[in-house]
């Protein structure tokens, strides 16, 4: 069944009529819910279908490009109304709770390496642990998403992450605490169903600015892990009735809680897409693509790949191989210096005239944790300014722009890192290391301000597959530190990795769409470059101020 938009010029609200629209009764109950303009003096956006047997009306709080399956084309960070701005609200507070979970471990690793008797070798170890099982989640929670859809997804694992969460308090031994950091890795996988949430919520205008804003607030979760958990910590045993080894056992256990709680929001508060039902949205997308493909029998099945099928077609594709890369230098390091944050600072600076059988530190264990959280403390800013900066030098130079502000900032994160290793003053590393922190987030914003652009049909897998990588370089990390036992050289090896990623960069061949581009002209821009998984984005390309085209979509604003 064909079905078309009527597209409706704004009018005053007293010369609109329903009944000058010929809607079917349908249509007629379900707009009788809409507001008054004596009930509700904002601005609402409604979409109007039609078709061959039934009709529906769709009310939003935000201009909405119905060509991009009705994602908005603005921010509004005012309002938390359904659908759009509560998925943004929500999306990150949820990535909030997850990171803060995933991350309990690390703040009191200077107090669990004490009291369990652990070598800096099996920390190491968790450490890795930790960071690589997150690859393999973050890579099927790709599939998962485009099954699924990102509020179901993303509530199952918060409920079942907080598992192996409440099973951290119990460990005994380096072995325990491994096989437990490996497993509560797995919730890393939050921040890939975050960034699919906004990414399939707002119209690629505001892409960057979305998943940057999302993913920096989400991620901020690490930060206030270690700026809290070693003051509630203090809190439970400064009184001396439960010892340092029950204290870090119960602290542990409470993000759990937390988890449990906001599974439970997202699951029955917020929408799953801008349209409510994900499977709907899903449908839509085939038969845009399949009216797109002509409805070829042979095209038609190449709508539903396999799960192998659909890595292929991903993998296949060189843009994603270098974003996965670019996302490696820039969220591994992330992932390492938070990492080690804590025992870095507690054990690298120590008073003069100390030796090993009198260790002083110049900070306490507390302290040093709290250094360490200005690292996650940056993404409430650091990742939106990559995000807005890639954005805002797209609208200029186009998808070009987007890849000067990639390469820049990946090689101001090398030469940073690169100075970090080469220091060794305890407040001339703690600048640093706030400016490292600024310069990772910074470029994973800029990194998800070109993830949109990849495939838009294997979206989950494309966001699964970024992700994924930055774990990937996380491990690697890890390794290179475990292997060279030396903070200052790791970092040096780190640098060098981030510049030869940087590298990468003008091999990409993105579709060019420029702010006043021609959508056309970019298609055939495209195909010169030959075939790519790019080809499939043909019906969904638009002009980057997709919120200054005709749109089939009534505004409607009361007086």
């Given at each position: ?56 009306t ?23 109304l ?32 004490t ?59 380096a ?21 699919y ?68 929001v ?59 890369a670019?996302y ?11 990492n080690?944050g ?61 890849q ?18 080469r ?9 640093l290391?706030?400016?490292?922190a600024?310069?990772?987030q910074?470029?994973g ?36 530190f ?38 056309a ?30 749109s ?8």
């Open positions: 069944m064909e079905s078309s938009a009527a597209s409706l010029s704004l009018v005053p609200p007293s010369r609109l009529s329903l009944s000058s629209l010929q809607l079917t009764p349908r249509v007629r109950e379900l707009s009788s819910r809409l507001p008054s303009p004596n009930e509700s003096p904002r601005c609402v956006f409604v979409q109007v279908d039609k078709h061959e047997d039934a009709a529906h769709m009310q939003y709080d935000l201009p909405v490009d119905s060509k991009q399956f009705d994602r908005a084309t603005k921010i509004k960070p005012t309002s938390m359904r659908p759009h701005m509560r998925i943004f609200y929500l999306s990150w507070m949820s990535a909030i709770t997850g990171f803060f979970g995933w991350y309990a471990i690390p703040p009191l690793m200077p107090v669990i390496k009291q369990l008797g652990l070598t800096d070798g099996e920390v190491l170890n968790s450490d890795i642990a930790s960071t690589a099982s997150t690859i393999f989640s973050r890579i099927a929670s790709g599939p998962l998403l485009d099954r699924f859809g990102p509020q179901a997804v993303q509530s199952a694992v918060l409920w079942l992450g907080a598992i192996p969460i409440f099973c951290a308090a119990f460990v005994n031994s072995t325990t605490l491994l096989a437990v950091r490996f497993i509560v890795g797995l919730v890393g996988c939050v921040f890939v169903t975050s960034q949430w906004t990414t399939i919520t707002f119209a690629r205008n505001v892409a960057g600015a979305a998943n940057a804003i999302t993913g920096g607030l989400g991620l901020s979760g690490i930060g206030f892990a270690f700026l809290l958990l070693p003051f509630v910590f203090e809190a439970i045993t400064s009184s001396g009735h439960v010892s340092e080894d029950l204290g870090w056992r119960i602290t542990i256990a409470l993000p759990a809680v937390l988890m449990i709680v906001m599974g439970v997202i699951r029955f508060v917020v929408d799953s897409c801008p349209t409510g039902d994900f499977q709907e949205l899903m449908a839509k997308k085939r038969q845009a693509e399949q009216a797109a493909n002509g409805g070829s029998v042979q095209e038609q099945k190449l709508q539903h790949p396999s799960l192998l099928e659909s890595f292929k077609i991903v993998l296949s594709d060189p843009n994603v191989l270098i974003m996965v670019h490696a230098a820039c969220f591994g390091t992330e992932l390492q210096l938070n080690m804590a025992l870095y600072f507690n054990k690298e600076f120590t008073q003069k005239g100390c030796t090993d059988s009198v260790f002083c530190s110049v900070l306490s264990k507390t302290s040093a944790a709290t250094v360490a959280s200005s690292f996650g403390l940056m993404n409430l800013f650091a990742r939106a300014v990559g995000g807005l900066t890639s954005d805002a030098v797209n609208r200029r130079l186009g998808m070009r722009g987007r000067y502000t990639q390469f820049t900032l990946l090689c101001i994160l090398g030469a940073l890192v690169m100075a970090l290793s220091s060794y003053s305890l407040g001339l590393c703690i600048s290391y706030v400016l490292v600024i310069a990772a910074a470029s914003g800029s990194t998800y301000g070109i993830v949109p652009y990849l495939n838009e049909h294997h979206t989950g897998t494309v966001n699964g597959l970024v992700g994924a990588g930055g774990n990937m370089g996380g491990a690697l990390f890890g390794v290179i475990r292997i060279t036992g030396s903070y200052h050289t790791g970092l040096f090896y780190m640098s060098i990795f981030i510049f030869c990623c940087a590298l990468l960069t003008p091999l990409l061949r993105l579709p060019h769409l420029h702010h006043h581009g021609n959508v002209a970019n298609i055939t821009d495209q195909s010169q470059h030959g075939p790519s998984t790019n080809t499939a984005l043909k019906p969904f390309l638009e002009d980057e101020s997709s919120e200054h085209t005709e089939p979509t009534l505004h409607h604003r009361a007086p």
